[in-house]
């Protein structure tokens, strides 16, 4: 479907129901023209929840380096529109396994363009959850904590890295408690069922 849909977007549409599916695989399983393509059709299209589903297949991406420059394309109001910069962001970070890492470079290094665009906005909460969401050891604990309470943040920014940082730690503790009970009771599972 996707395929087609590339040959001749017009003559093939993909029908709405299957949007999500139809753009998510074919960018996950597609390389740079396939992206590239998807994302001429987001820049292009007039129809929002056409547009939406279009911008969801672009985070499924498995090549580092797209990802990086759809990052660097958040930032960028002629690629990107503004309002949907923290959007994007958060979603690679929060849907695609090799963006979450990616995602956290990125607003560390950009940090300062990030606070004097949106540092006011309410998507920063939302943004710093998805970008910590996965964060479940000592190592990121200690990497949020320098990054959250190097810089002087007030309002949102600052209790939004607050929440983050209890958050993690509830993750790392619930793991420290429960890790290993889990890992006997999975392999008494599969012995005791040949798996």
Do not use: C
């Not at 753009?23 to 929002?48: L, M, P, R």
């Not at 006011?120 to 964060?135: A, P, V």
């Amino acid at each position: 479907m996707f395929q087609a849909w590339m040959a001749n977007s017009t003559a093939n549409p993909i029908p709405p129901n299957f949007r999500h599916l139809v753009y998510s695989y074919g960018v996950a399983y597609g390389g740079v023209k396939e992206w590239d393509f998807a994302f001429k059709q987001y820049k292009t299209i007039k129809d929002a929840t056409a547009k939406d589903a279009i911008l969801h297949g672009l985070f499924g991406t498995k090549v580092t380096w797209i990802l990086r420059r759809f990052l660097d394309y958040a930032v960028d109001p002629s690629q990107i529109k503004q309002e949907e910069t923290l959007h994007v962001i958060g979603d690679i970070a929060l849907h695609n396994s090799v963006g979450r890492q990616l995602a956290w470079e990125f607003v560390t290094k950009n940090w300062g363009l990030i606070m004097s665009r949106y540092g006011k906005s309410d998507r920063m909460e939302w943004m710093i959850e998805s970008l910590t969401r996965g964060f479940s050891s000592t190592y990121e604990l200690q990497m949020l904590k320098a990054f959250a309470f190097n810089k002087m943040h007030s309002g949102i920014v600052r209790s939004s890295f607050k929440k983050a940082v209890e958050k993690v730690t509830a993750r790392i503790d619930w793991l420290k408690t429960n890790e290993a009970d889990i890992a006997e009771w999975l392999n008494r599972f599969v012995h005791v069922n040949n798996l």
